[in-house]
């Protein structure tokens, strides 16, 4: 179907939320009225919203007009970052002639911050990534007279999903994943009113069980899991944390600490596996393994070490969990929807925030007792999560249920939109991941989104356990 070119002039005259009509000298032409909104949260609803995520929070607009070919010949990009911006409206005047054409449009909602900068000719303009966004594409045919509106939804159960070109389709809800572009237009109803932050998936779902000692409660909703500034690292232990994903998680309950050597001294007649090994001063892996033996509770406030994946993931099933996803964790120590870059927040890590760098950056050797960080000791900085959670960013690189595989890799994490629950667990692998610095290790290994490599069968006086635990049935 041949699809009508409008001139740049033509295409898009006004916008403005409540527009009714756009008009010429010598009265009203035919157009189309486009009026655009979201469920999704804008940032300026996230102050004093605690409830909502910031992950999922938009402030911009992409409108791109569309040739046969996909390829954009108009566009213009709308900065709304208030809820009182949105519904965002639009008219297009028909040229003469062109009655019942049809033009083909897409709209995305994004963050500026997470865009790219792209060049067009001698000015720029933001491109949202694919995997930040809420995409749709809309064919609607010119009026023949008067004005024609339309209302779209930019849905936030579509983030992630991309427009697809061959053939034309895209998300309009979490019931249409894939649908043509003329479906799912509504009636233009009262465009002063907006939608934005009514999503579900945009909210935080609490914790339903009872609490238990040493358990926190980590509330299920969206999470965008990587960072763009990770980028470039990739290597035998590091790993980059691009490109984003888009997560659903459900509430969860995590040990507020990493499971101490007096906690797994309770199960250890239980244990079927390799126990964790002792202090070795000639292997270098394992001179500050922090076990000492059944009967030896002097170590007991002390994180348990030098254990290996399978072990650690035996430890957690003995005490009624399991390993955390990274998925789960990321949620967990970026704030739930925040994007914390550290699990205390902005601020980069010091000695004084989190147990890192010791003997190499910071005083100190060997790891120390769990919990040596808090926000008190620190000028109100410490090693604590908005929920909680103690030593995320430090003091033991945690092990994580996930087989480890790259953020660009389909086989795991090529999902289109949303995970929800995302899982990672490749056959025969003996690669797993890891997550959050260490003792060891140097500042900016506190990373909330840095991802990290284990291979089993080793163990290191450097990686350490932490469980988590379903919300009941």
């Excluded at 179907?1 to 403005?16: E, K, N, P, T």
């Excluded at 919203?49 to 569309?66: I, K």
């Excluded at 509770?297 to 099933?317: F, G, K």
């Excluded at 995320?392 to 945690?398: I, V």
């Amino acid at each position: 179907m041949q699809r009508l070119r409008l001139g740049l002039s033509l295409a898009m005259v006004c916008s403005s939320p409540g527009l009714l009509a756009c008009s010429s000298e010598g009265g009203p032409r035919a157009q189309l009225l486009i009026v655009v909104d979201t469920d999704a949260p804008v940032v300026g609803q996230l102050p004093g919203s605690p409830t909502l995520s910031g992950d999922a929070a938009v402030d911009s607009l992409r409108v791109d007009f569309l040739g046969d070919q996909g390829a954009a010949y108009a566009s213009q990009t709308f900065v709304a970052r208030q809820a009182g911006a949105w519904p965002i409206s639009f008219g297009i005047v028909a040229p003469e002639g062109s009655a019942g054409q049809p033009i083909l449009i897409r709209l995305r909602a994004f963050r500026a911050g997470l865009a790219e900068v792209e060049q067009i000719g001698e000015d720029t303009e933001l491109r949202p990534r694919t995997e930040a966004a809420i995409d749709r594409l809309v064919e609607i045919p010119l009026p023949e007279e008067g004005i024609q509106a339309h209302r779209v939804t930019l849905s936030l159960a579509c983030f992630g999903t991309g427009a697809r070109f061959l053939p034309l389709s895209s998300c309009i809800d979490s019931t249409r994943p894939a649908a043509e572009p003329g479906e799912g237009l509504e009636a233009q109803g009262e465009i002063n009113m907006t939608r934005a932050g009514t999503a579900a998936l945009a909210h935080a779902v609490a914790c339903k069980a009872a609490p238990l000692e040493d358990r926190v409660c980590i509330p299920g909703g969206f999470t965008l899991l990587g960072d763009l500034q990770i980028l470039g690292i990739g290597d035998a232990i590091f790993a980059d944390a691009v490109p984003l994903r888009p997560t659903y998680l459900s509430p969860f309950w995590l040990d507020r600490t990493e499971v101490t050597v007096g906690r797994y001294r309770e199960i250890h007649d239980q244990l079927q596996g390799t126990t964790p090994a002792l202090a070795d001063a000639s292997n270098p892996m394992q001179v500050d393994c922090t076990w000492r033996g059944v009967s030896d509770s002097s170590n007991d406030t002390m994180p348990l070490n030098c254990v290996t994946w399978e072990t650690a993931r035996e430890i957690c099933q003995l005490l009624g969990g399991d390993l955390p996803t990274e998925a789960q964790w990321e949620h967990a120590a970026a704030g739930r929807g925040q994007g914390r870059r550290f699990s205390w927040g902005d601020e980069p890590a010091s000695c004084c925030v989190a147990s890192l760098g010791r003997g190499s950056q910071c005083p100190g050797q060997g790891p120390e007792p769990s919990g040596s960080h808090p926000p008190e000791s620190c000028n109100g900085l410490g090693d604590v999560s908005r929920d909680g959670v103690v030593d995320l960013g430090g003091s033991l690189s945690e092990h994580q249920r996930d087989s480890f595989q790259p953020y660009d890799d389909d086989e795991c994490w090529g999902h289109d939109g949303i995970a929800f629950d995302p899982h990672c667990q490749v056959a025969n692998t003996s690669t797993f991941s890891t997550r959050g610095g260490n003792y060891a290790s140097g500042l900016g290994t506190s990373l909330a989104a840095l991802r990290m490599k284990y291979t089993q069968p080793g163990v290191n006086s450097s990686h350490g356990v932490r469980c988590a635990y379903g919300d009941g049935t």
